[in-house]
């Protein structure tokens, strides 16, 4: 078991590879001389920013307010080269209370065993959690506009609504 600790990380960010429809999801950790990125489902990176923000609004206080995380936005590309160490299976996440900050696990559960094989341990003070909650939301709205009718991402071509019996938008 791999255990890659950012404890605090000097840059964490969620990013994106390719097109929209087709794209990649990575979160990536630098700190210490080392860059680790992991691929991570959309949905995951979705939850996760929902989550954050979720954590903050109950326990944050106002270091992890919007007006705070402003002045930590990183709008930076992800780092090259751009290597997966794992796909994420389950994040946890967890509100360190004596330090007012939060813990973000990312782990890959070999199937055969019953521990995670690698994990990504991240720990971020309260404004820096708002600005990468942030972050996540935005690449996370970036992709395909969804279509009006059934809210299905609308490829450049159009795609068949479920909604107008099958007719293609």
């Not at 402003?70 to 090259?80: I, K």
């Not at 600005?131 to 299905?152: D, K, L, M, S």
Request: charged share 25%; hydrophobic share 35%.
């Amino acid at each position: 078991m791999a255990i890659s600790d950012f404890d605090p990380p000097e840059r964490f960010v969620a990013g994106t590879v390719g097109p929209p429809g087709g794209r990649t999801f990575f979160l990536q950790a630098r700190g210490a001389g080392r860059l680790v990125s992991v691929s991570i489902e959309k949905v995951q990176v979705s939850i996760l920013a929902d989550r954050i923000a979720d954590l903050l609004d109950t326990v944050g206080g106002p270091e992890g307010s919007d007006a705070v995380a402003e002045h930590f936005a990183d709008t930076e590309a992800l780092e090259t080269p751009i290597e997966d160490e794992f796909r994420v299976d389950t994040v946890s996440l967890a509100w360190d209370e004596d330090r007012s900050s939060i813990v973000i696990e990312c782990h890959d559960s070999d199937p055969e065993e019953t521990t995670p094989s690698d994990t990504v341990r991240v720990v971020l003070n309260a404004a820096n959690a708002r600005a990468f909650a942030r972050r996540c939301q935005a690449i996370v709205a970036a992709g395909r506009p969804p279509c009006p009718f059934c809210g299905q991402p609308l490829d450049p071509e159009g795609h068949i609504c479920p909604r107008s019996n099958g007719y293609k938008r």
